[in-house]
Nanobody, 127 residues
Framework: QVQLVESGGGLVQAGESLRLSCAAS????????MGWFRQAPGKEREVVSA?????????YYADPVKGRFTISRDNAKNTVYLQMSSLKPEDTAVYYC???????????????????WGQGTQVTVSS
């Protein structure tokens, strides 16, 4: 099975930037569509961004992060990234990386579409 490990979270002030990384196990990373989700206290887990399998040519961003976050993948390093800029206090959440192994060349937006999850990394943005 696929194992995912997130890193890069931390405590920052509003307006600052962070880059999250998600390292995946295995030799078939390029086949996986990847997603970033977040969950704040008392809130449901929500999709933040997603990227298609293979070349990652198709991406999705939730409205609250459009223009501020960028998702990318490096298949040679088995890693997907989430570059977060102009962070706001409302971005505070545990951020999770997830993988879908369907290799269809598309992305997915539902938590139910992702059988593989990392442990999460905390992002806290102070005002």
């Amino acid at each position: 099975q696929v194992q995912l490990v997130e890193s890069g979270g931390g405590l920052v002030q509003a307006g600052e930037s962070l880059r999250l990384s998600c390292a995946a196990s295995g030799r078939t990373f390029s086949r996986y569509a990847m997603g970033w989700f977040r969950q704040a206290p008392g809130k449901e887990r929500e999709v933040v961004s997603a990227i298609s399998s293979w070349s990652g040519g198709v991406t999705y961003y939730a409205d609250p992060v459009k223009g501020r976050f960028t998702i990318s993948r490096d298949n040679a390093k088995n890693t997907v990234y989430l570059q977060m800029s102009s962070l706001k206090p409302e971005d505070t959440a545990v951020y999770y990386c997830a993988a879908n192994g369907a290799s269809a060349g598309t992305y997915y937006l539902s938590t139910r579409d992702y059988p593989y999850w990392g442990q999460g990394t905390q992002v806290t943005v102070s005002s």
